[in-house]
């Protein structure tokens, strides 16, 4: 059976930097929903149109087609005290905590943009006694990525995959812990929710 609009595809991969520095090998296979779903990278899905069970390729994913360009504005340095300890590097917060005095504020003079950037998820990575530095960029934002991939497996999606836009076995890629000089406090980096960009569900 060939991939193509609403099949379910299988996949083991090995992904790397543009230096060949490996980031994470699959244990078990990736499984998406082929065909616009968000399920994968377009250039992956464009790759892979019209292959079959066996078929195996490398790509190199500049960061403009894979989790974006590192953006200075998503790191933000705050006060601990606005944060519930204890706090570990890693840590993940929606938004930056508000005081009360800062929830009176914004209620008034509401921005759409802090809106957005509430909305964002940070992630903890570096502590000091009296500040905390977040990140809202992806781990990966910025980085050119490098995958050999083969498809094991290509079956017809249901009804209820299609309609729900997902597969319902879907499994995303999985980046492990690192050793700290090479990927430090690199997490799962896919959300659970199937309609964010740029990820691999």
């Given at each position: 059976?060939?991939?193509?609009?609403?099949?379910?595809?299988?996949?083991?991969?090995?992904?790397?930097?543009?230096?060949?520095?490996?980031?994470?090998?699959?244990?078990?296979?990736?499984?998406?929903?082929?065909?616009?779903?968000?399920?994968?990278?377009?250039?992956?899905?464009?790759?892979?149109?019209?292959?079959?069970?066996?078929?195996?390729?490398?790509?190199?994913?500049?960061?403009?087609?894979?989790?974006?360009?590192?953006?200075?504005?998503?790191?933000?340095?705050?006060?601990?005290?606005?944060?519930?300890?204890?706090?570990?590097?890693?840590?993940?917060?929606?938004?930056?905590?508000?005081?009360?005095?800062?929830?009176?504020?914004?209620?008034?003079?509401?921005?759409p943009d802090d809106?957005?950037?509430?909305?964002?998820?940070?992630?903890?990575?570096?502590?000091?006694?009296?500040?905390?530095?977040?990140?809202?960029?992806?781990?990966?934002?910025?980085?050119?990525?490098?995958?050999?991939?083969?498809?094991?497996?290509?079956?017809?999606?249901?009804?209820?995959?299609?309609?729900?836009?997902?597969?319902?076995?879907?499994?995303?890629?999985?980046?492990?812990?690192?050793?700290?000089?090479?990927?430090?406090?690199?997490?799962?980096?896919?959300?659970?929710?199937?309609?964010?960009?740029g990820t691999l569900?």
């Amino acid at each position: 059976m060939k991939i193509e609009k609403n099949t379910v595809v299988s996949l083991i991969y090995r992904l790397t930097d543009a230096q060949d520095n490996l980031i994470e090998e699959s244990s078990d296979p990736m499984v998406y929903l082929h065909g616009g779903y968000a399920g994968t990278f377009p250039k992956i899905e464009e790759l892979l149109e019209s292959q079959e069970i066996g078929f195996e390729t490398k790509v190199q994913l500049e960061p403009q087609d894979a989790f974006g360009e590192y953006d200075a504005e998503l790191l933000r340095i705050e006060n601990r005290d606005r944060f519930p300890e204890p706090l570990e590097v890693g840590m993940q917060f929606e938004g930056i905590p508000s005081t009360d005095e800062e929830e009176d504020e914004n209620a008034e003079f509401a921005d759409p943009d802090d809106e957005d950037l509430d909305s964002l998820i940070y992630t903890i990575t570096d502590l000091a006694e009296d500040r905390v530095v977040l990140d809202a960029n992806h781990p990966l934002a910025g980085i050119a990525l490098r995958f050999w991939l083969q498809v094991t497996d290509v079956r017809p999606a249901s009804t209820e995959e299609i309609e729900n836009g997902r597969a319902n076995d879907q499994i995303g890629l999985q980046v492990d812990q690192f050793e700290e000089e090479d990927y430090e406090n690199l997490d799962d980096l896919l959300p659970p929710e199937s309609d964010r960009p740029g990820t691999l569900h």
